[in-house]
T-cell receptor, first 113, second 115 residues
Framework: GENVEQHPSTLSVQEGDSAVIKCTYS??????FPWYKQELGKRPQLIID?????GEKKDQRIAVTLNKTAKHFSLHITETQPEDSAVYFC????????????FGTGTRLKVLA | GAVVSQHPSRVICKSGTSVKIECRSL??????MFWYRQFPKQSLMLMAT?????????EQGVEKDKFLINHASLTLSTLTVTSAHPEDSSFYIC???????????FGPGTRLTVL
């Protein structure tokens, strides 16, 4: 069935360093890949997204890259700050009768001051 | 823009009772809304897709008679947990898809505790 793998499950970085989170999806028809940030007890917030016709997208300190051939996409956060500490989820859209997302398992990022 | 509200934020109920959770898109119309369940330190698990004016589509393993979904308007979907049991305790989150786009915006979630 459809699946999205996400690594690592936890990640600790020093403030100012970069963080990279990787996801792999299984459905070659997936064409939209959003990333969400979720703080404890709160709603997931969309931070960046990418479509399958684009290889890279950047928004200030956050960037996402997509390799359609390998079915990989990654989130890059540069110059990390303590407020970046949260759980990050990747997702891939699928169309299997209905349109929906399949979420990755999440990465708990901790930025150490 | 693209704000989704959810009510209530927290609910505690006795085993055997029913609980209704509302999800509203405040500043846009959403022909499709989604209901997720999230256990502590876990990912979001899609329960069902709610389409305005039609029956919801449930994911495999989700009992449609236990989790009743109604999407009566372009801005409101409701999830009713019927005959709740302690194992139904969880964080329930809805999302709404902006019509014509791929993007889903999430509500703040409802923490359900069944005693």
């Amino acid at each position: 069935g459809e699946n999205v793998e996400q690594h690592p499950s936890t990640l600790s970085v020093q403030e100012g360093d970069s963080a990279v989170i990787k996801c792999t999806y299984s459905d070659s028809a997936s064409n939209y890949f959003p990333w969400y940030k979720q703080e404890l007890g709160k709603r997931p917030q969309l931070i960046i997204d990418i479509r399958s016709n684009v290889g890279e997208k950047k928004d200030q300190r956050i960037a996402v890259t997509l390799n359609k051939t390998a079915k990989h996409f990654s989130l890059h956060i540069t110059e990390t700050q303590p407020e970046d500490s949260a759980v990050y989820f990747c997702a891939a859209s699928i169309m299997n009768g209905t349109y929906k997302y399949i979420f990755g398992t999440g990465t708990r990022l901790k930025v150490l001051a | 823009g693209a704000v989704v509200s959810q009510h209530p934020s927290r609910v505690i109920c006795k085993s055997g009772t029913s609980v209704k959770i509302e999800c509203r898109s405040l500043d846009f119309q959403a022909t499709t809304m989604f209901w997720y369940r999230q256990f502590p330190k876990q990912s979001l698990m899609l329960m069902a897709t709610s389409n305005e004016g039609s029956k919801a589509t449930y994911e495999q393993g989700v009992e449609k008679d236990k989790f009743l979904i109604n999407h009566a308007s372009l801005t409101l979907s409701t999830l009713t947990v019927t005959s709740a049991h302690p194992e139904d305790s969880s964080f329930y989150i809805c999302s709404a898809r902006v019509t014509g786009t791929d993007t889903q915006y999430f509500g703040p979630g409802t923490r359900l505790t069944v005693l």
